[in-house]
């Protein structure tokens, strides 16, 4: 919200400088994004006088001037404007000066050989129009000599961000209601106006759709001359952002950006039969005014005429129903409209307008009639005419809102102490209605809520409107209360999840990532197999972003595409969030995950290892296997299967398992289309951990480490050579020779894979080392006998027979 400070003036009767104004907004909650002071882009610039003007010796289109400072000698000046002449009173660009339209700074130069003290300006240089065909002409008597900011009469203006809340700030009123309530001025009364109309309503008005359009008021105004606005009007529509277009197009953006009250004016001419606010049809369509047109549903509200339709109700008129230079009959229209249907259609339409914004927080449905009956005086005032009786379709929902308040919640609440009477006080001046005594900290006012104040439900958002208005400044800081002793732990279970695997992470030297939830189409749809389809955004930030990501890997995949563009030669990345998943039925499931990316080379090139190692698939491997066990995996009992997805390179990749349906992560090597899909070359690893499959360990929670009791005797080893089938994974028997003696095994490890001399067709030479360690005595040969039987009885199982 932008307005100059003499138009906050006009409602507020204040001394208080721009600084002051500025600094009160800050403290009252209406925080000021900037104040533009006019007077300092026009520093350097004076009203000047033109006393000779001469041809250029060199140039047929410029002019040489003299021009009088009103002190001093005459300047010498040359100007191409085809108005400068002798006796023209203007505006003088004094050396040292930037002109505010491109920021030039002006200097002593020579133009063509002549000598030019300055520069002669027009009215687009200045940025205070459009007209460049010529110089500033200013009126004969202007002080010659005088600052032209002074002249001018340079007006601050003050840009206030609105937060959603605060819709009664949509409009310099509210802002100047707010001030005085801070004691910051006096608020002048908004006159109530009765004009009523000299001849019947011509047009039928009503409103068919009464829940999306409670109230529908209309009157006609005849004999109208529409035209420019007057300069006063047209410069403060400028100052608060407003293009002015015509009288009557700014008469209705003046009233809204006073009162925060939209309207809109129709040329009778281009309407046929009744208007009518009712439910659009399903595929009825519409051009609006910026020139788009619009596809509408049956869930939005439109104004119609027996033609079709005109506007999209409380966001944007139509293109063939507004006013022109031609337009001498009017039909004014405004309206309240339910904030919930103007947001959802806004929305649908991806449509924002100064209206939308303002009846979607909610417009004050006690000003309907005095709304019309103002913007009708404005109307008159500028462009003349003679006004019909109003006519009323509906009603708005005018009933008020009435809160029971205590005065004592503003200290348990709100932490500050403020008198019952100056609560009442400030509450009065904002526009509330107090019932209850002002001296009593305990009673029960019944405060009745202004509606300009849609925000406003409950006790609390009284407590908020006090203190801001008392000060929030003036709320002491206090300390939170602590418990005694030791304070307990606030981490959730998941949340210590993630504060590990990230460490864990970075303590295995990968770098952390950090992308978007949010992804390109494409490159989601490349990761979204078995997954129930991707979740796709209805209003995106853009293209680039419009489907929520189904894996980590691509958002990894794209940080190293362009890190590896930019001459990256090994990148170790992995990121921890959520994917989201299309759930039974359609519902959202968010599944906690780290995916992990390894491009380039594993190890550079050197004189020690030769030429540069890449990454492979048992990188990959390696990654997940330690990151599962830093998440309390049982990693020893995971079984690698096959299955990794379509985007993994089908013969350098698999799952690790908890079971046959369990999948913990997924690992391998990109697959090379998926590669090419996201334009990178060499080979990737990668691999993405199911956080979320992890089941939780049982038992209490403990945060004392058990005591270390190391065993009393110590372990033995013992290696067994099996030949096995050649398509046996290593890992499959380890597994089940480490579970054969569950009392005495403690580990198992593979350490030879042999395959040649000696070795039959068909098979491999599997050595594994077993440690086993006893608990109360040592082993006797008997006792290693019996865990050697079980050992092998376990490997036949899988066809290994164990070598002499």
Known sequence: MKFPLSWLR???????????????????????????????????????????????PQADKLQVLTVDMGEGAPLQVVCGAPNARAGLVGVLGLPGAVVPA????????????????????????????????GIIELPSDAPIGVPFAQYHGADPVIEVAITPNRPDCMGVYGIA????????????????????????????????????????????????????????????????????????????????????????AYDLANLNGAVVARRARDGETVLALNEKTYTLD??????????????????????????????????????????????????????????????ERGIDPNFLDQGLAHLTQLIQTLCGGE???????????????????????????????????????????????????????????????????????AAPDIVEEVVRIHGLDKVASVALPRAEGVARPTATPVQKLERRMRR??????????????????????????GNGGLWMLSNPISEDMKAMRPSLLPGLLMAAKRNLDRGASSLRLFELGRRYLRGEGGASDERLTLGVVLAGEKVSRGWATGKAALFDAYDAKAEAAALLAEAGAPVEKLQVMGEAGSQFHPGQSATLRLGPKNVLARFGMLHPAIAKRFDIDGPVAMAEIYLDAISGRKGAVTFARSHYAPPALQAITRDYAFLVPLDLPAGDLVRVVQGADKANIVAARLFDDFRGHGVPEGQKSLALEITLQPLEKSYKEEDLKAITEKVTVAAAKLGAVLRS
């Not at 864990?504 to 197999?529: C, I, K, N, Q, Y």
């Open 387 to 457: 006004a019909s009786d109003v006519v009323r379709a509906g009603t708005a929902p005018t009933t008020p809102k009435t809160v029971h308040f205590t005065p004592a919640l503003v200290k348990k609440l709100g932490g500050v102490r403020v008198e019952p009477g100056e609560q009442k006080r400030i509450l009065e001046s904002l526009g509330f209605s107090v019932v209850g005594e002002a001296t009593n900290w305990e009673e029960s006012w019944a405060v009745t809520v202004p509606g300009w104040r849609p925000d406003v439900d």
């Open 102 to 133: 491109n920021g030039m700074a002006l200097k002593v130069a020579a133009v063509r050989g002549v000598e030019s003290n300055g520069m002669m300006c027009s009215t687009r240089e200045l940025e205070l129009g459009e007209d460049h065909e």
């Open 177 to 264: 209601r707010d001030l005085a309530a801070a004691g910051l001025g006096t608020l002048k009364p908004v006159e109530r106006l009765e004009l009523p109309g000299t001849f019947a309503c011509p047009v039928e008005i009503r409103t068919d759709d009464p829940e999306g359009c409670p109230a529908f008021y209309g009157r006609v105004i005849k004999g109208v001359k529409n035209g420019p606005s007057p300069q006063w009007l047209q410069d403060r529509l400028k100052a608060a952002g407003q293009r002015p277009i015509s009288a009557l197009v700014d008469a209705t953006n003046y009233l809204m950006l006073v009162h925060g009250r939209p309207a809109h």
């Open 504 to 529: 864990a992470a970075a303590a295995r030297g990968l770098h952390e990532a950090v992308t978007w939830s949010f992804l390109p189409e494409a490159e989601a749809d490349a990761f979204a197999d």
């Open 10 to 56: 006009e409602y507020l009767e204040t001394d208080a400088t721009v600084e002051q104004i500025a600094a009160k907004l800050n403290a009252i909650g209406l925080e000021v994004e900037g104040v533009e002071d006019p007077a300092v882009k026009l520093s350097g610039f004076r009203v000047a006088r033109v006393l000779t003007a001469a041809k250029h």
């Open 298 to 359: 049956a869930e939005m509200t439109v104004i119609a005429d027996d033609s079709g339709v005109h506007d999209i109700a409380g966001i944007m008129g139509g293109k063939y129903s507004g006013c022109s230079g031609e337009t001498t009959d009017i039909l004014l229209e405004i309206a309240y409209f339910d904030p919930e249907r103007i947001a959802r259609t806004g929305r649908k339409l991806n449509l924002t307008s100064d209206a939308r914004s303002r009846f």
